[in-house]
């Protein structure tokens, strides 16, 4: 009987492996601060834990998919920029997207936006921001597409953009950033634009 059990076992992997699709695409997600790095704060909320929970969902869509999701942190650890980008390259990853959520003085500036810049793969960065900008149909407003100079922008090689997902100094974007809904639907829109990269 145990030996039947054990066979049935081995058959059912060998069935769920071969509808596992390969992974064909390596995308790393920078989950951005982390650990004393808290980024923006409001109250007891930070970007480090919502980045965390987006990236880590994005993480879970792709798990029977073709796009491999590698996270540059899965814990609440401070990542120096250094490391995140020699982690990021060592994985030679197709794209990488580096999550963020954003604050302003003027608590009525609401949105998200994407970043993009480097010089090497500068027009495959652009494309990968406006492909994001696309899919991302969520319940925030746009607030477009921009240039940046950022560290990890210069120092991946690989096509890449920054996603500031929206403000905590904006309440109606707090509540979306913080709920399970808002960020399943920002995961779910991230990792549709790419699957279809
Ligand atoms: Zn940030």
Same mark, same amino acid.
Request: charged share 20%.
């Given at each position: 009987?145990?030996?039947? *059990?054990? *066979?049935?076992? !081995?058959?059912? *992997? ?12 390596? %995308?790393?997600?920078? %989950?951005?601060?982390?650990? @004393? =790095? @808290? /980024? &923006?704060?409001?109250? +007891? ?8 929970? %987006? ?11 073709? !796009?491999?999701?590698?996270?540059? $942190? =899965?814990? #609440?650890?401070? !990542?120096? *920029?250094? #490391? $995140? ?14 999550? @963020?959520?954003?604050? @302003?003085?003027?608590? +009525?500036? +609401? ?5 993009? /810049?480097?010089? #090497? ?15 991302? #149909?969520?319940?925030?407003? +746009? $607030?477009?597409?921009? &240039?940046? /100079? ?22 109606? =974007? $707090? =509540? ?6 808002? &960020? ?14």
């Amino acid at each position: 009987m145990k030996t039947l *059990l054990n *066979l049935l076992g !081995v058959a059912l *992997l060998i069935i769920t492996l071969s509808f596992t699709p390969s992974k064909t695409k390596t %995308v790393v997600i920078d %989950v951005s601060h982390g650990g @004393h =790095d @808290h /980024g &923006q704060q409001e109250h +007891s909320i930070t970007e480090k834990d919502i980045a965390l929970q %987006v990236a880590q969902k994005l993480q879970e869509l792709s798990q029977n998919s073709s !796009v491999e999701i590698i996270l540059t $942190r =899965d814990s #609440d650890a401070f !990542v120096s *920029l250094k #490391d $995140r980008s020699a982690f990021i390259n060592k994985q030679k990853p197709h794209y990488m997207l580096s999550l @963020h959520t954003n604050g @302003h003085t003027d608590n +009525s500036v +609401s949105g998200y936006e994407l970043f993009y /810049g480097g010089e #090497d793969y500068y027009e495959a960065s652009k494309k990968l921001a406006s492909n994001l900008s696309e899919s991302l #149909d969520i319940d925030l407003p +746009s $607030r477009g597409i921009k &240039q940046a /100079g950022f560290y990890l922008l210069k120092n991946t090689t690989c096509p890449s953009a920054f996603l500031e997902m929206g403000f905590l100094s904006n309440s109606q =974007d $707090r =509540d979306y950033l913080t709920s399970e809904s808002g &960020q399943m639907a920002i995961a779910t829109a991230i990792f549709k634009s790419l699957e279809q990269l």
